[in-house]
């Protein structure tokens, strides 16, 4: 009988030969993808039925596990991207971890544009969930006309310290962090170069990738807070973002060093504004320019970003899709921080709290990270808007406070 | 062989016959290396010098041989269960040095992985085990204990003594390629197997997803509880996904013998006692081997295991023998010494922390264990560490008396 097996020529014409409890007929399916790397190796997971396959998600709290059930799995885990990218690549993370703290993390990242698209029975519930209600049907509007800004430049910066917008990009036609070759991740570093490399006048600066900048270099990029480093937040390294660390990952920074791009981290690209004191409108205005240069330089070289009129522009993970856009101030709140309503006024506001290391971090001297809480269903302007005149709001309730007065006659209505 | 196919086709999996394309049939059945398949070639969007990894700063056996010639060789290539090259390196690519020791860099992620990249795999072997030649020698399995003599060492100095080792599933994928229901299965398959155990063997099994708080404060107590692997060694290699699912320790009644499921390898089996009776310790896990092969061949399973690189574990460090023999012994005054290093180097044994790999020793106290895993037997490497312990002990009892030690004369060159 083994002579039998060991003599067996399938030269080409034979699959995989699959029955699912599905289908009635074999499936032929090609081995192997179109791209190299190889999480999908898991293609040896449809030997077994899907009940066997099903993750235990029973002690978890993040929105994959909430809209996850066994039917859609067993729908779902025999599909792919067209660059291999399947359903237990997007949920990985929300299995390893099963809850956060503080937030209601989303549980599931993109591998590449497709994946919100092949994958929308999972992915639309999450994006709704996340996004306050945000439907399939809706419409994305994107704005980053600053003129449409009102205010913006006289946050008191006795207690707003520093203002910053942030936002990512994804290059269309690449696979994302989570799924992304080296080879795929050097060509996106290199078109990056070659744009940021044309950008003149306030914008002008330098790249200096990670895995070449000298000590000196380093240490500079430590004190002016630009350097970031590998992740070691679990529910970025489960999903596959930190492979290869530092290669083909770098940040490049205007002269001035108030605009900053980051390659290859979480996204393709994080484009920062940032400076010190509460002149939010300024850095909204260089945000603005920023990203439209940089846009218009890619599309001259053939490349455009992800965006789509449902989803906005399209990044790894589906809590940034919209405007992708994160602004926010560090501002000091030692007495709001203290008082009992603070947490029901930044929610009536929009509005979220974070230490000053960034997301996972904890509030260090009574100092806050406070930013939108919203990426999809508003625009980049009315996101700024919020985030300008909640601030403005919480530093007058903080003078308040300070005084001993109360702060109930200015509590807000929900935005 | 007739067996396992029957096995195969038996299984609760519901696939008819598992072929891949343009290949002989495999899934771990026969393992002649002849006739494993390297399966269909993965598509690449860019050329394999696009996708050589940066390996400049790299110092570990798998940066040292894999040259861009290799790579290109290789990288199209996948297992069966299509594993492919990128996947078995990510850990070392990852993990560019370790302070202390050249660490492996790669892994395997199922069996036909040491065949399908046998061209990086070899030289990482023969470079790790001392000029061991997977292509050309053969590795001798010996677990009858009753060879080893003077095994039992003066408990003032030696606080315990342990053995362990590792085995996997044949026919199921390694930790860092597994799948969900592939690692419950292996765990199924070792549980039924373990409840067949009798007399001072008899035990119980704790799963990690069910265990009770004070179950778990029971195995912390009694040191036999396993983390969440934090070494980034570890989890680049894809170990630590979907844990704790499928993950869990057996041990018997009388905690002496103890087999973890689903950590870094299927199983890893452990034998461990107070005091320095390496010899009882070493009898008992031969024991155990034996009846755990016992009862899961029974049930129509077998181990990995072949005559070129012994017991099939997930890092190629581990292959042969997957043999750690240790003990637990005080030697302040050696410790101080010196020579200690070469004392060691010389009786083939490695020092590490109390706490195991990647920690430091305490109070002069040291896990002292056998370097070699691969082309020797169990009953040579215990034998190995029972005469080096003995050694150390008299270096530390003349120095005691304030008398001079020597050292060691080295080891004859093992592997040409």
Request: glycine share 8%; aromatic share 6%.
């Amino acid at each position: 009988m083994s002579d039998n097996i060991e003599n067996i020529e399938l030269l080409g014409t034979i699959g995989i030969f699959v029955s699912t409890p599905d289908s009635n007929s074999p499936q032929i399916r090609q081995q192997g993808s179109a791209m190299p790397f190889g999480n999908t190796h898991n293609k040896a997971k449809m030997n077994y039925d899907s009940d066997q396959e099903y993750p235990d998600l029973s002690k978890h709290n993040n929105h994959m596990a909430k809209i996850l059930t066994p039917a859609m799995y067993e729908r779902l885990r025999s599909k792919e991207t067209p660059s291999g990218f399947t359903l237990d690549d997007i949920i990985q993370t929300g299995i390893d971890n099963p809850g956060h703290p503080f937030i209601m993390t989303v549980g599931c990242v993109a591998g590449d544009e497709e994946t919100y698209e092949v994958f929308k029975e999972l992915l639309d519930p999450v994006i709704e969930d996340r996004h306050g209600g945000y439907k399939p049907s809706d419409k994305h509007k994107t704005d980053i006309d600053p003129a449409n800004l009102k205010g913006g430049d006289d946050l008191d910066p006795d207690y707003v310290l520093s203002s910053r917008v942030r936002t990512g990009r994804s290059v269309r036609g690449f696979c994302l962090p989570p799924h992304c070759s080296r080879g795929e991740r050097r060509a996106v570093e290199k078109l990056s170069i070659e744009a940021l490399a044309s950008l003149t006048g306030d914008l002008n600066g330098k790249y200096y990738a990670l895995k070449n900048m000298t000590d000196a270099e380093q240490q500079q990029l430590i004190d002016d807070h630009f350097l970031f480093d590998k992740p070691v937040s679990p529910l970025l390294l489960a999903s596959g973002m930190g492979r290869d660390w530092p290669d083909a990952r770098g940040i490049w920074h205007n002269d001035n060093k108030t605009f900053l791009v980051w390659v290859n981290e979480e996204d393709h690209l994080r484009v920062i504004s940032m400076q010190k004191g509460g002149n939010m409108k300024e850095v909204f205005n260089r945000f603005c320019t920023g990203l439209t240069k940089i846009e218009t330089l890619f599309k001259e070289r053939n490349h455009a970003f992800m965006w789509n009129e449902h989803l906005g522009y399209v990044l790894t993970c589906p809590s940034n899709l919209g405007t992708g856009l994160r602004a926010g101030v560090h501002v000091k709140l030692p007495n709001m921080s203290k008082n009992a309503k603070f947490e029901d006024v930044l929610k009536k506001l929009r509005l979220q709290k974070r230490g000053t290391g960034g997301v996972d971090t904890a509030a260090v001297g009574g100092v806050f990270d406070i930013s939108n809480a919203d990426r999809l269903g508003f625009s980049e302007v009315e996101l700024v808007q919020m985030v300008v005149d909640g601030v403005k709001l919480l530093v007058d309730m903080e003078k308040k406070l300070e005084k001993g007065q109360s702060i109930d006659d200015i509590m807000p209505a929900q935005k | 062989m007739a067996s396992s196919f029957s096995r195969i086709l038996s299984s609760k999996r519901t696939i008819g016959v598992l072929t891949f394309v343009g290949s002989s049939v495999t899934a771990g059945l026969l393992l002649h290396r002849e006739h494993v398949s390297a399966g269909n070639p993965v598509r690449r969007s860019y050329p394999a010098s696009a996708e050589y990894p940066d390996l400049r700063q790299h110092n570990n056996c798998m940066a040292t041989h894999l040259t861009p010639a290799i790579y290109a060789k290789l990288c199209d290539k996948a297992t069966p269960n299509g594993y492919t090259l990128d996947l078995a390196i990510q850990t070392g690519v990852d993990n560019p040095g370790h302070p202390f020791i050249k660490t492996v860099g790669m892994v395997a992620g199922d069996e036909e992985s040491y065949e399908v990249f046998a061209d990086l795999l070899d030289p990482v072997i023969k470079e790790r085990h001392n000029g061991y030649n997977p292509s050309t020698m053969k590795h001798p399995t010996d677990l009858d204990a009753s060879k080893i003599h003077s095994g039992n060492f003066d408990s003032r100095y030696v606080l315990s003594s342990r053995v362990r080792t590792g085995r996997s599933i044949r026919g199921l994928s390694l930790p860092p390629a597994c799948t969900r229901a592939e690692r419950r299965e292996v765990e199924r398959v070792v549980v039924d197997a373990l409840a067949g155990l009798k007399d001072d063997l008899d035990g119980k099994y704790y799963s990690l997803t069910q265990m009770t708080d004070k179950e778990q404060q029971q195995l912390i107590d009694d040191h036999f509880l396993f983390d969440k692997p934090v070494s980034p060694l570890l989890t680049c290699a894809g170990m630590a996904r979907d844990w704790p699912d499928a993950r869990g320790i057996w041990h018997n009644n009388e905690k002496t013998f103890l087999v973890w499921v689903n950590e870094e390898d299927h199983t890893r089996v452990i034998s461990m006692e107070k005091g320095g009776n390496m010899k009882r310790v070493f009898e008992r896990f031969c024991k155990g081997l034996k009846e755990v092969e016992r009862l899961i061949q029974e049930r129509g399973w077998e181990f990995m295991w072949n005559e070129k690189l012994g017991y099939i574990l997930t890092c190629p460090s581990n292959l042969g023998t997957g043999l750690r023999a240790g003990v637990h012994v005080k030697l302040p005054l050696l410790s101080k010494d010196p020579r200690l290093v070469k004392i060691l180097e010389n009786l083939r044994l490695q020092k590490r922390g109390t706490g195991g790999v990647d920690t430091a020793a305490v109070g002069g106290v040291f896990d002292i264990s056998n370097l070699d895993r691969l082309g020797l037997s169990e009953v040579q490497l215990v034998q190995t560490v029972v005469d080096g312990v003995n050694y150390l002990i008299e270096c530390e009892k003349r120095l005691e008396k304030g008398q001079d030690i020597k050292v060691p004369p080295p080891p004859l060159k093992q592997f040409k």
